[in-house]
């Protein structure tokens, strides 16, 4: 694995569960990838076979990825959104409550996502 992809797995997991230490956030990670896709169990983060990449994207782009609940009550507005991508779909995995309140408040700035690419299928887990 790249350097880079290195680093943006890191503010990945960053960006989940921000103070924790990389073990726990790796954890909360697969949970939310397991919750997008209704799975109670699937396999594990895997930096080797899953890429990262970082994307800077208006709100109107933004706002098309599936979101998981229409709430806005933000922890916080630091870091990167936190993204997977399979078969052509985007997932919001941490941010949705962020991108709520901006579409809601009518915010039209650019915002960075971390975009993880699965490369392994939900269903054949």
């Known amino acids: 694995?790249?350097?880079?992809?290195?680093?943006?797995?890191?503010?990945?997991?960053?960006?989940?569960?921000?103070?924790?230490?990389?073990?726990?956030?790796?954890?909360?990670?697969?949970?939310?990838?397991?919750?997008?896709?209704?799975?109670?169990?699937?396999?594990?983060?895997?930096?080797?076979?899953?890429?990262?990449?970082?994307?800077?994207?208006?709100?109107?782009?933004?706002?098309?990825?599936?979101?998981?609940?229409?709430r806005r009550n933000p922890r916080g507005f630091d870091g990167p959104l936190v993204a997977a991508e399979f078969r052509g779909h985007r997932y919001i995995l941490d941010g949705t409550n962020r991108i709520n309140k901006w579409i809601a408040e009518g915010e039209a700035v650019d915002r960075e996502v971390l975009i993880i690419n699965l490369a392994s299928d939900p269903d054949e887990t």
């Open 1 to 70: 694995m790249g350097s880079d992809q290195s680093k943006l797995w890191k503010r990945a997991y960053a960006a989940v569960l921000p103070g924790a230490d990389e073990n726990a956030a790796r954890v909360q990670l697969r949970k939310l990838v397991n919750e997008r896709f209704g799975r109670g169990n699937w396999a594990e983060i895997n930096e080797q076979d899953w890429s990262i990449r970082s994307e800077v994207l208006p709100l109107d782009r933004i706002r098309e990825f599936d979101r998981k609940h229409g």
